[in-house]
């Protein structure tokens, strides 16, 4: 059975850092690209950032570009987020997702993890 | 960025009746290979979103054959054919041909 678990949300300061994890098991993680996919409260879904499988290609939203770092460790089959710089506006559940191999939907995603951005 | 817009934002439906939620793209996403990445998605109260269809009109693993994708270029429609109350939930579009990837605003099935 495929499972994402995230962790690592919180309640953090503006301008300051915070670590989102996502453990991946019930499938051979370094196959899959991977991705993070996040929701303002009672507000949609929106793309965030995506790894390769291999970790070589990362892709990032504009607003994030140059703040987050998505990365991935194949050997422990987790996903990171590190979030730096952070605003009010980054406030939101954090999804992590899996993405298909060549049809690119986003077929598995964990439970998400709250990150609440204020002073 | 691509804009997709959900019509309805608001769906009221009773138990078995058939619905359709449209989804329309600001630029087509027909991509030099002849493909089109379209997907539909399903968030639950409380829940985590999930697949519904890939590629248009592909179902997702174990999702149930009442939902039907169909559509090409800017224009695309999910259809229930008899909904049923676990099918409550927000209905979100996604396109992924032109980055960045984004995901339309929504529709909302509730009860009549």
């Known amino acids: 059975e495929v499972q994402l678990v995230e962790s690592g949300g919180g309640l953090v300061q503006p301008g300051r850092s915070m670590k989102l994890s996502c453990a991946a098991s019930?499938?051979?993680?370094?196959?899959?690209?991977m991705a993070w996919v996040c929701q303002a409260p009672k507000k949609g879904l929106e793309w965030v950032a995506t790894?390769?499988?291999?970790?070589?290609?990362?892709y990032y939203r504009d607003s994030v570009k140059g703040r987050f770092t998505i990365s991935r460790d194949n050997a422990k089959s987790t996903l990171y987020l590190q979030m730096d710089s952070l605003r009010s506006e980054d406030t939101a559940t954090y999804y992590c997702?899996?993405?298909?191999?060549?049809?690119?939907?986003?077929?598995?995603w964990g439970q998400g993890v709250m990150v609440t951005v204020s002073s | 960025d691509v804009v997709l817009t959900q019509t309805p934002s608001t769906l009221s439906a009773t138990i078995g009746q058939s619905v359709s939620i449209s989804c329309r793209s600001s630029?087509?996403?027909?991509?030099?290979?002849?493909?089109?990445?379209l997907y539909w998605y399903l968030q639950r109260p409380g829940q985590s979103p999930q697949l519904l269809i890939y590629?248009?009109?592909n179902l997702g693993s174990g999702v149930p054959n009442r939902f039907s994708g169909s559509g090409s270029g800017t224009d695309f429609t999910l259809k229930i054919s008899g909904v049923e109350a676990e099918d409550l939930g927000v209905y979100y579009c996604?396109?992924?041909?032109?980055?960045?990837?984004?995901f339309g605003g929504g529709t909302k099935l509730e009860l009549k």
């Open positions: 997702a899996r993405t298909g191999i060549t049809t690119v939907e986003f077929d598995y």
């Open positions: 019930g499938f051979t993680f370094n196959n899959y690209d």
């Open positions: 790894i390769s499988y291999d970790g070589s290609s990362t």
């Open positions: 630029q087509s996403l027909l991509d030099s290979a002849g493909n089109t990445y």
């Open positions: 590629l248009v009109s």
């Open positions: 996604m396109q992924a041909t032109h980055a960045p990837w984004t």
